[in-house]
């Protein structure tokens, strides 16, 4: 059984910065591609970010570019999250995502990703 547990969350500052890990256990072998969304409250869950094995793909959303930095650690099974410039507007329950069917370009869909963490909670006040 395939665990993604997420952590780095907080109360931050606008400005300010934070660094999300997501480590997977259990039969995780190799994930292909992963990748983080968020949830505000009353929206949808959006796509961040993404990353392949190789790192050679590595995808953001527009509101997050330059911003946000996605990277993996293979031998740890972990992907993080690098989160400066914080914005109020960035609030939300941020949840990793992993695959291990390959796509290229990574995929930024919340249904091409069969395995979820439970979500970890950014705040960033004004």
């Known amino acids: 059984q395939v665990q993604l547990v997420e952590s780095g969350g907080g109360l931050v500052q606008a400005g300010g910065s934070l660094r999300l890990s997501c480590a997977a256990s259990?039969?995780?072998?190799?994930?292909?591609?992963m990748g983080w969304f968020r949830q505000a409250p009353g929206k949808e869950r959006e796509f961040v970010a993404a990353i392949s094995w190789s790192g050679s793909s590595i995808s953001y959303a527009d509101s997050v570019k330059g911003r946000f930095t996605i990277s993996r650690d293979n031998d740890k099974n972990t992907v993080y999250l690098e989160m400066n410039s914080l914005k109020p507007e960035d609030t939300a329950v941020y949840y990793c995502a992993a695959d291990r069917r390959v796509y290229t370009p990574v995929p930024v869909t919340s249904v091409s990703y069969n395995y979820w963490g439970q979500g970890t909670q950014v705040t960033v006040s004004s």
């Open positions: 259990g039969r995780a072998f190799s994930f292909a591609a």
